[in-house]
């Protein structure tokens, strides 16, 4: 049984910093690429960030390029989203995801096998 889990959300003014993790258990964890989404109300699941198994790949979404990192250490199965200078349209549950199929991972949601719980980020204006 593959479990994600999500911590570090919160709430922070805009401009400042946050810092959400994933811990993976379950299988090896550089078995996986993987992802971070995220649902504001009302809207779709969007992509956010992506990593490869090893990490040399990472891809971001234009909204939020420059600004949010992805990283992983794959010795404490943990996946991470630094969350630098952030905006109130930031504000969203953030979802780490696992995709098992593919060494880069995806833009798109389907794409992923496993998925966290999700963790809130508020940002205020």
């Known amino acids: 049984q593959v479990q994600l889990i999500e911590s570090g959300g919160g709430l922070v003014q805009a401009g400042g910093s946050l810092s959400v993790s994933c811990a993976v258990s379950?299988?090896?964890?550089?078995?996986?690429?993987m992802g971070w989404f995220r649902q504001a109300p009302g809207k779709e699941r969007e992509f956010v960030a992506r990593?490869?198994?090893?990490?040399?790949?990472?891809n971001y979404a234009d909204s939020v390029k420059g600004r949010l990192t992805i990283s992983r250490d794959n010795a404490n199965n943990t996946v991470y989203l630094q969350m630098n200078n952030l905006k109130p349209e930031d504000t969203a549950v953030y979802y780490c995801?696992?995709?098992?199929?593919?060494?880069?991972?995806?833009?798109?949601?389907?794409?992923?096998?496993?998925w966290g719980q999700g963790t809130q980020v508020t940002v205020s204006s």
């Open positions: 379950g299988r090896t964890f550089s078995s996986y690429a």
């Open positions: 995801a696992a995709d098992a199929d593919t060494v880069y991972g995806s833009t798109g949601p389907s794409a992923y096998e496993y």
């Open positions: 990593i490869s198994r090893v990490g040399l790949r990472t």
